[in-house]
């Protein structure tokens, strides 16, 4: 929708660049010629200087219309070579004909040099106007080549966007699933050990799953509602802990134009209720969330228990999900570390405070 009019723009931005081109090189005799009070001007002196500025705008146009989109780009090069030969040659012949005829026979009050420096030879008048037929030629293939390379890069990019568009709603479609099974997951732990709780976590996930269904569209949602979708997730999640997990979560959201990826968080959340938690030994999940200095920091620390094989269905799927993610929204625009460290697993992520309002 929005491709045609940018491009009718750009269509209005060259012929306005090329009329101010030409425009400039026809008017600049006038100028030249009224900075000298003395001499008159007259339509018969400027039709005979505006021969040369015309016979180079058809050579440039014959190019740039036709020669260099046929043939050059076509890979011709030996007929555009001679198509531009027997071009100039036409023009050139044209051009002293109107010459010979005009300046002879009508504009016979424009002042001329004296005879002896009028009778150069041809030749030199031929090398001259060759000259500048060559340099009008080389000026239409450096226009056209830089056109059709900006045109080659707006269609790569719009290929790279269409593509990490494609990709990242992928990566979304995997995303969903894997976080509504993890929920399914610890809903059906609660059912039997502790059905009310079972019950509130149903509630709890259709209110989740409305986020993840109608939020999940835009780009970017204000921090403070991926917030709250992360606290409603995490005291869900809370419902199967027990009481050897030691949880501290700091989510605050200081800048409230901040806003941020939606679900960008989920899979360092999940990751730590998932692997962080032993059903016997003392755990403990540390999730802090906060803006610092124009970034919004995201910190989580897990207990560091090992998955043996039986357990590593589907471990890390949420990670490299991540990851994936982070590379197509932010680019280079953001920091994302993970180690284990004093026994604990450790996740960092830094992305750029981005306003609400773009």
Known sequence: MELMPKKRHATLLTIAIHLLGWGLLLVFPLLMRWQNREETVTLSWYLGYVAVPLSCMMVFYVNYLLLIPRMLFQKRWSSFALLNILLVIVVWYAGRLWWDFYIENVAEAIPRPPKKDRDLPLLMFFARDMMSYALTVALAVAIKMTSRWQQSERQRHEAE??????????????????????????????????????????????????????????????????????????????????????????????????????????????????????????????????????????????????????????????????????????????????????????CELILPVKSSAT
Request: with cysteine; net charge neutral.
């Open 161 to 346: 966007r269409r593509r990490s568009e494609a990709e990242l709603a992928n990566l979304k479609n995997q995303l969903n699933p894997h976080f509504l099974f993890n929920t399914l997951n610890n809903i059906y732990a609660l059912v039997e050990v502790a059905p009310e709780k079972a019950q509130h976590a149903v509630h709890e996930l259709s209110r989740l799953l409305r986020y993840v269904l109608y939020e999940d569209g835009p780009a970017m949602v204000p921090l403070e509602k991926e917030l709250e979708f992360l606290r409603s997730y995490i005291d869900l999640m809370s419902l199967r802990t027990g009481k050897n997990v030691t949880r501290t979560i700091r989510l605050s959201a200081d800048d409230p134009q901040a806003s941020v990826a939606p679900l960008i968080f989920i899979s360092l959340v999940e990751n730590a209720f998932k692997h962080g938690v032993s059903p016997t030994e003392d755990s403990f999940i540390d999730i802090d969330i906060h803006t610092e200095s124009g970034n919004i920091v995201c910190r989580t620390a897990n207990s560091n228990f090992p998955k043996n094989d039986a357990d590593r269905s589907g471990s890390g799927i949420g990670l490299r999900n991540l990851e994936r993610r982070l590379k197509l929204l932010y680019g280079s625009h953001y920091s994302f570390t993970r180690c284990v460290k004093d026994n604990a697993y450790r």
